[in-house]
């Protein structure tokens, strides 16, 4: 949902509009805040949840135990997302770094102190990650409190409340074109776990994906930079720039994925190993390495499409594309190859790549048969209906 954060912070900036960031920012805490707590059952009753999807009993519990640290987590998300999306918007990716950088370096220590000295197990995991999360979390409150944001944070204002409704609705189709890709994933991992040999095939899914993840972290890096590219560039009302944006920041993409392709079809064999000592579990990593090789290709693409969408404010059209390409094509294909045709842990992969690469020919489609003019004239009129005077709106400085 933060992603909404990101379309009106990055056209507002590009339209000068530099006081309306800092509301845009509050209304996106007061929508996520909300969000959150109205999902709290979810992480409360993880366990049953679980156990009613068919999981067995002690995948069940433990997933449910972590669940419940999720919640301290799940709310420093909140806000750090938000703040990360409307400090991109700026420019101001150094800072976010370095945070991050913080955050980093402090996390080490602690998942140390809490997993191995303390002897916490998985608790200490999660114990550190709030902790950090938290951490970085005050850390952003300081920069942007502290005066490092003069143009865009004004203090905290009354306006928030104004005009919230329309952030609402953008920011749950951001949500949905979200959610709908991660809960696809989780979903498939789901599927392992039915299978004959299920912790051989969770595990050697999961260590895929791990990999994949790390991989996508630079596209999505990139994708990062076409939000706020396209929304600059909108706000700005410069159709020419958008589309030499877009296509600069695929091209980039593309050499990237070219790169990681060639490396996972070297070492594809052997990467099993660097996570397990299990002969059949790094096996099984092995027989996907082929198809993880192409869906590391495949990440190139779509993730800069994505946030190409968020950053003109398409979310709804994206989420509806993932909808259809990942759970109307992807899921069944790979439930009907990995059970019915009995290619196990492969049947889902090659689901998976076929939701992804529909999803990558949807948007692509999209992208090109938009009319970036118009897209000018819909993101003028948009800040225009909720521009408000700076010297008009109550602000309780910070």
């Not at 203090?155 to 953008?170: E, Q, T």
């Not at 999961?206 to 560039?233: D, H, K, P, Q, Y």
């Not at 070219?258 to 052997?270: D, P, Q």
């Not at 992208?367 to 309780?396: G, H, P």
Request: net charge neutral; aromatic share 14%; with cysteine.
């Amino acid at each position: 949902m933060s992603s909404a954060t990101e379309t009106l912070c990055g056209q507002a900036f590009g339209a000068k509009q530099y006081h309306m960031m800092g509301i845009f920012l509050q209304r996106s805490w007061l929508v996520d805040l909300a969000t959150v707590t109205v999902l709290l059952p979810v992480f409360i009753f993880g366990t049953p949840m679980f156990k009613l999807l068919g999981e067995k009993h002690n995948i069940a519990q433990s997933a449910g135990r972590i669940s419940l640290w999720f919640i301290l987590f799940v709310y420093s998300i909140a806000f750090s997302m938000t703040i990360q999306m409307y400090l991109q918007a700026q420019q101001k990716n150094m800072v976010i770094a370095w945070l991050s950088l913080m955050q980093f370096v402090v996390h080490i220590p602690l998942s140390w102190i809490f997993i191995y000295v303390l002897d916490w197990g998985t608790n200490g995991a999660m114990a550190a990650l709030s902790l950090s999360s938290w951490l970085l979390v005050c850390g952003e409150f300081v920069y942007i409190f502290g005066g490092w944001c003069a143009h865009s944070w004004k203090g905290f204002s009354f306006a928030a409340f104004k005009d919230i409704f329309p952030v609402v609705k953008l920011s749950i189709s951001s949500g949905l074109m979200v959610c709908l890709e991660l809960w696809y994933y989780a979903i498939l991992v789901l599927l392992a776990g039915y299978m004959k040999n299920a912790e051989a095939s969770i595990s050697a899914f999961s260590i895929c994906l791990n990999v994949l993840a790390w991989i996508v972290m630079i596209s999505v890096g990139i994708m990062g930079s076409a939000t706020v590219r396209v929304a600059n560039e909108l706000g700005r009302g410069d159709a020419e720039a958008t589309k030499f944006s877009i296509k600069v920041l695929i091209g980039t993409s593309v050499m990237i994925g070219l790169l990681f392709w060639i490396l996972c079809l070297v070492f594809g064999n052997k990467l099993g190993y660097l996570f397990t000592n299990e002969e059949e579990v790094a096996q099984t990593v092995s027989d996907l390495s082929l198809l993880l090789a192409f869906s590391v290709l495949l990440t190139g693409i779509y993730p800069v499409l994505s946030g190409v969408a968020v950053g003109a404010g398409l979310q709804t059209k994206a989420a509806i594309i993932n909808l259809v390409c990942f759970y109307v094509i992807g899921l069944p294909i790979g439930a009907v190859l990995g059970y019915i045709f009995q290619l196990q842990a492969k049947g889902i992969w090659l689901g998976m790549m076929s939701g992804v690469v529909a999803e990558t020919l949807a948007l692509s489609f999209m992208v090109w048969r938009t009319n970036w003019d118009e897209e000018v004239s819909i993101t003028s009129a948009r800040l225009k209906r909720w521009y408000l005077d700076d010297n008009k709106n109550s602000f309780i400085h910070s």
